[in-house]
């Protein structure tokens, strides 16, 4: 498959647990791990470790947790919505809160989509499948994965 996912997730069991439902349904993307919001900043927008990376080549989704050391899920939106580049890459928040505060606060500052993670497995890996085959098969994102070039001034 084309593009790969970038998974914020701190808990390191919900990162196996998420990366088994990914395998198990056959969705082959290679997945980037960013375990805090800092790294997932850093990772998406090319600095500290991720410097020599592309800041083009952007995820085909962004499967984001809320409850997130150093920056929260909230602020990492933020951050992707309000830059050119990063504007279009759809982000799914994928958390253990059904706090109607956190569902509101996502969908004013731009996620694509809210999924309470399951505390089912058998749940959870569906949950998967379902995110998989509609962001990753059905969905259509702008050409090429390299969104928006930034204009050089």
């Not at 790969?4 to 349904?25: F, G, P, S």
């Not at 602020?75 to 509101?104: C, F, N, Q």
């Not at 999924?115 to 998989?132: E, S």
């Amino acid at each position: 498959m084309d593009g790969y996912i970038l998974l914020v997730e701190d808990n390191y069991d919900d990162e196996v647990l998420t990366l088994r439902a990914l395998k198990q349904n056959n969705i082959l993307n290679d997945v980037e791990v960013a375990r805090d919001g800092a790294e997932a900043l850093d990772f998406i927008f090319a600095k500290g470790v991720y410097s020599d990376r592309d800041i083009y080549d952007i995820p085909v989704v962004v499967l984001l947790d809320l409850k997130l050391p150093k920056v929260d899920g909230i602020e990492v939106l933020k951050k992707i919505r309000a830059d050119k580049i990063t504007k279009v890459i759809p982000v799914v928040i994928l958390t253990s809160s059904d706090e109607e505060k956190d569902i509101l606060a996502s969908y004013n500052f731009g996620a694509n989509s809210y999924i309470k993670k399951p505390v089912d497995f058998d749940q959870f890996i569906l949950a998967v499948k379902q995110l998989g085959l509609y962001w990753l098969v059905l969905n259509v994102p702008p050409k090429n994965g390299k969104r928006l070039k930034r204009s050089r001034k």
